[in-house]
């Protein structure tokens, strides 16, 4: 886990967002701290993650529309839109953002080019210090900080499971996300593991919704004894989707988690 804000300094951070209002304009309509939620995904999706923020913020006496606001930017799996998101909460001058997990990577990236002065808070599940986001883990330094569980370095991982689930795999299928930041280092995990293993691999690419339909009917006439689903905050936003897909096709498959 990458070093992360006290609480004191949290509460002094968003308390003190109103200090500098006139007495008089406090008087008439008192400005609550704002927090900027930036994901990638739907309301529909990460409502789980909405709620596990409502909570910690309840941990440190914060309460959306009582004491805090919230701006909520989602980009609905479609990750272009995050940097006019993220510059849209930048305008509004929150006093953080959080660009969250499930679409994390790609929020946090569009977050740290659009300020390099308010405090940004991510969760990911990509390497922090070789996309840039951090300096290091255990000195982030800049305006982002953060947590990362390294669950896409653990794609190679993955696949030596599936291989021990179903060891008859003669070409293991790989559905990857070419347009995700860190799909390049994905492929070279994965690829370095099924060498390893002596396991054949063969990689289908998908960036959006029409891709995944179309992944999906080559994998039909493949008839492939299952499929490697590497980490992506875009298909786990298109979790229902794909689930649904490789039931029709019975095609037995391994997820990031089991929220997928």
Same mark, same amino acid.
């Given at each position: ?15 003190? #967002?109103? =200090? ?14 704002? !927090? ?5 995904? $739907?309301?529909? +999706?990460? *409502? ?17 529309? &009582?004491?805090? *606001? ?8 479609? +990750?272009?839109? /995050?940097?006019?998101? *993220?510059?849209?909460? =930048? ?8 660009? %969250? ?9 569009? #977050?740290?080019?659009?300020? %390099? ?6 969760? $990911? ?18 305006? =982002? ?15 030596? /499971? @599936?291989?021990? /689930? =179903?060891?008859?795999?003669?070409? /293991? ?23 390893? !293993? ?11 919704? &029409?891709?995944?339909? *179309?992944?999906?009917?080559? @994998?039909? &006439? ?18 229902? &989707? ?19």
């Amino acid at each position: 886990m990458i070093a992360r804000l006290r609480r004191r300094e949290f509460i002094t951070l968003l308390g003190g #967002a109103a =200090v500098g209002w006139p007495l008089a304009a406090r008087a008439q309509q008192p400005a609550l701290p704002m !927090i900027g939620f930036l994901s990638g995904q $739907s309301p529909d +999706n990460s *409502a789980h993650l909405v709620m596990m923020l409502r909570r910690g913020l309840a941990e440190i006496g914060c309460t959306e529309g &009582q004491n805090v *606001a919230i701006e909520y930017r989602w980009a609905l799996g479609q +990750n272009d839109r /995050l940097p006019a998101l *993220a510059a849209d909460l =930048v305008g509004r001058r929150v006093t953080v953002i959080v660009a %969250t997990a499930g679409g994390g990577t790609p929020a946090s990236l569009a #977050a740290k080019a659009a300020t %390099t002065t308010i405090p940004i808070v991510f969760s $990911s599940g990509a390497d922090p210090v070789k996309l840039g986001l951090v300096a290091s883990l255990n000195r982030p330094g800049g305006n =982002v900080t953060g947590i990362s569980w390294l669950t896409f370095a653990l794609d190679g991982k993955r696949l030596g /499971l @599936l291989r021990e /689930l =179903v060891p008859k795999l003669t070409v /293991l299928p790989v559905l990857l996300n070419p347009s995700f930041p860190d799909a390049t280092r994905q492929l070279r995990e994965i690829q370095q593991a099924a060498q390893t !293993i002596g396991q054949g691999i063969t990689i289908l690419n998908a960036s959006n919704i &029409q891709e995944i339909d *179309a992944a999906f009917e080559a @994998l039909a &006439q493949m008839r492939p004894g299952a499929l490697l689903l590497a980490a992506d905050p875009f298909f786990h936003s298109r979790r229902e &989707q794909i689930t649904t897909l490789a039931a029709r096709h019975t095609i037995p498959t391994i997820y990031e988690d089991r929220v997928s």
